[in-house]
């Protein structure tokens, strides 16, 4: 796996392939968005979806986790899809989760779908996370927040190489702010062109595209723009 450096207020940070941000200077893996349960909340309002996303998250998170051997894990908010997807999440998930919450400094950043994340799945839950030059929250503020660190907007994008397009999630940051892709198993996405993400960044920005095994650095002008969309967002980008 490649694993580009990039480099936010001052902090040297890694992108890694698997979807998640490395702070190596602070033995620290920081992930977003989650969403535990979320096939199961989907069900609950008759949209019928294969019930594995949680195990399939959770075996994706442990496998960074043994990857990298971080001692502080800060997941960014709506690491749960719901106030009640702690009550329906497996026993085999409930045990899997802490067991990775064991032995590691462990904070839930809190989100706007987990404003207060379940108290027993171990670590603590904060409103967000300053450490020395970074600034950890769920939600991007408007205007210059220099060492931001967010979730929230499940970005993607869409480049073109060669003869054909690849798309995917992606991290997107101006030197300034950074947002992480989302992490859950059946979350969506929203393009970082799109006016509500894109008024974010300064003029110039790069995205780091999630790429099989790979993570494909792209400055913003080689990005190929998402078609009009008539009937505004898609709103299930950010649930």
């Known amino acids: 796996m490649t694993s580009p450096v990039l480099r936010l207020n001052g902090a040297e940070l890694v992108a890694d392939p ?82 990775l919450t064991e032995g590691l400094d462990w904070i839930w950043i809190a989100g706007n779908h987990d404003p207060a994340p379940p108290a027993d799945w171990g670590g603590r839950v904060l409103p967000d996370l300053v450490d020395g030059p970074l600034l950890f929250r769920h939600e991007a503020a408007d205007g210059a927040v220099p060492g931001e660190v967010s979730g929230h907007y499940h970005p993607k994008a869409r480049v073109r190489l060669r003869a054909r397009s690849v798309s995917g999630r992606c991290f997107v940051t101006d030197g300034r702010r950074l947002i992480l892709p989302s992490f859950g198993a059946y979350t969506g996405g929203l393009d970082v062109l799109r006016p509500d993400l894109r008024r974010l960044f300064a003029r110039r920005f790069e995205v780091l595209l999630l790429a099989a095994d790979r993570i494909l650095r792209v400055p913003q002008d080689r990005l190929v723009k998402p078609a009009p969309d008539l009937a505004g967002p898609d709103l299930r980008a950010l649930g």
């Open 18 to 99: 698997l979807g998640v941000l490395l702070w190596p200077a602070r033995r620290t893996l920081v992930v977003a968005d989650l969403h535990l349960e979320k096939g199961s909340g989907f069900a609950r309002r008759g949209v019928l979806l294969p019930p594995f996303d949680s195990a399939a998250t959770l075996s994706r998170l442990a496998e960074a986790i043994d990857a990298h051997r971080p001692k502080r894990v800060v997941c960014l908010g709506d690491s749960f899809h719901d106030s009640g997807a702690g009550d329906r999440l497996g026993e085999a998930e409930r045990d899997r989760l802490r067991g």
